[in-house]
């Protein structure tokens, strides 16, 4: 990976993302010392007990190189976070399928768009409402709905990390799903049990 000192005054995300348009490799430099841990985090997080140190140091770089070479499509005022987790999810899941595991679906079921198949435009309303309901639950709940359904962690490494039963875990995503999708069909969409009963 290379090596780079960040400036203090100089790390703002418009200034490495304009060096990175301009394939400057100082900007390279400047993204991976910004946000390494940041993307490690995001790696380890799907990753940790599935992935070898060897495995996760290898895509963290791929990760920063995949962002620098295909950074022309970057917006000049974006925000350089969720194009950097996007591209390790990409990549860590990637890794994972030539292993033989399978992601776990984010919305694991819970809702459908009414009205037959989905459109582009139904879907992306339909994340942005899950993702809203996401954001007001209570914690621990939220933190642990986002490590499984979000990170793809497993219910044993959440219950280890938050020194809490598996079965609790297990109990609280439950109910989680359960108020989720109670939320959401009161926002116009409909569950995938009723979306079948309808057919």
């Not at 770089?61 to 005022?77: L, Q, R, Y």
Request: proline fraction near 3%.
């Amino acid at each position: 990976m290379l090596n780079g000192t960040c400036e203090r005054g100089n790390d703002m995300d418009g200034d490495i993302i304009e060096l990175i348009k301009n394939k400057d490799t100082k900007g390279l430099d400047m993204l991976i010392c910004r946000y390494k841990k940041y993307v490690w985090s995001v790696l380890c997080g799907i990753g940790q007990y599935r992935l070898s140190q060897e495995d996760l140091e290898e895509l963290c770089a791929d990760v920063f190189f995949s962002v620098w070479k295909n950074g022309s499509g970057i917006k000049p005022c974006a925000s350089l976070k969720p194009y950097l987790a996007k591209a390790a999810r990409n990549a860590v899941w990637g890794r994972l399928r030539k292993k033989g595991f399978e992601p776990v679906q984010y919305d694991d079921g819970i809702l459908t768009v009414s009205g037959g198949p989905c459109e582009e435009a139904e879907k992306n309303e339909m994340e942005q409402a899950l993702n809203s309901a996401v954001g007001a639950l209570e914690e621990p709940g939220r933190e642990i709905f986002v490590r499984h359904y979000f990170y793809g962690e497993a219910v044993k490494a959440i219950s280890q990390e938050l020194s809490m039963n598996e079965s609790t875990v297990k109990t609280k995503l439950f109910r989680i799903r359960k108020s989720l999708k109670a939320a959401l069909e009161g926002r116009g969409f409909t569950s995938c049990e009723k979306a079948n009963e309808n057919q």
